[in-house]
């Protein structure tokens, strides 16, 4: 038996972690990978949701979060050396094409 | 409340405390790290340990699926994203200057959500039964409830493949 709010903290303070990496880092690839640690809490907190719930459907939901992260994944990192190529480089707060 | 003769900490608990200390610890040197190949190692090791994490409540496939496509699959190719963008390596190449309040927001989420955490499931009560999941089981599941989403899931994903392709390639006389 595993207390509950264990694997909650264990998944908050993830997920913080991501939070904190995606707002200060400047390489992109950093911030997708601060991206993969807030998904790995949300993960983390469906798995423990099915077993505490003995409902399976948390836990196939994880499976589908896990394969839509390695399409983002896939993606993003395109989308990133896309943007190394025409631009030189992959700073975040450089790459401003969007903004207003 | 533990009864008499339970022990207080079960043996899984401290199995997930020190794989979740590991997690938590990785993912700080990974979001602090000042070189990107070092922040990759991290990522693996943060990832493992939440498959670990998967293993110790039970969830063999989840689990292990994890350790295949994360640490496997994820990890190479974020490898690979580095070692084709030439990133800079050192702290204001890799940090910018909202450090702090960047801190200021994690810590206020971290301690947002420990608060809710705790105020809906007590310490005391509320337990997992870590109940061990037969792969057949999820199966069952997937292919009995979940089969158009798992469809969405293939197209998505060979969408992204083509996408990916398409947007990462040279075209022919450029460069």
């Known amino acids: ?100 | 409340m533990g009864r008499r003769g339970e022990p207080r900490v079960t043996p899984q608990e401290v199995a997930f405390g020190i794989v979740a200390l590991l997690g938590v610890g990785a993912a700080l040197r990974l979001v602090t790290a000042r070189n990107v190949v070092h922040a990759a190692l991290y990522l693996v090791v943060t990832l493992a340990s939440v498959g670990a994490a998967y293993l110790v409540l039970a969830a063999e496939f989840v689990g292990w699926v994890q350790i295949l496509i994360y640490v496997g699959a994820i990890v190479i190719l974020f490898l690979f994203g580095l070692m084709l963008t030439k990133a800079p390596i050192g702290r204001e190449a890799l940090d910018n200057q909202q450090r702090g309040l960047a801190a200021l927001v994690a810590v206020a989420v971290l301690i947002g959500l420990a608060a809710l955490v705790l105020a809906a499931f007590p310490w005391s009560e509320a337990r997992v039964q870590t109940v061990h999941v037969r792969t057949a089981d999820v199966g069952a599941v997937i292919f009995s409830g979940y089969v158009l989403p798992f469809e969405a899931v293939s197209f998505l994903l060979l969408a992204a493949l083509v996408g990916a392709v398409v947007l990462a390639r040279k075209d022919e006389g450029e460069r």
Not at chain 1, 60 to 78: D, H, R, T
């Open chain 1, 1 to 100: 038996m595993i207390r509950l709010p264990l694997a909650l903290l264990f998944s908050a303070a993830l997920f913080s972690i991501g939070v904190y990496g995606v707002l200060a880092r400047r390489n992109a690839v950093m911030v997708l990978m601060a991206i993969e640690l807030m998904l790995n809490a949300v993960n983390l907190n469906l798995v423990a949701f099915s077993q505490y719930l003995a409902d399976l459907a948390g836990q196939v939901f994880a499976l589908f979060v896990i394969a839509v992260a390695a399409a983002e994944v896939g993606i993003g990192l395109a989308i990133v050396i896309l943007v190394y190529r025409n631009r030189e480089t992959i700073n975040v707060d450089e790459v401003n094409l969007l903004r207003w």
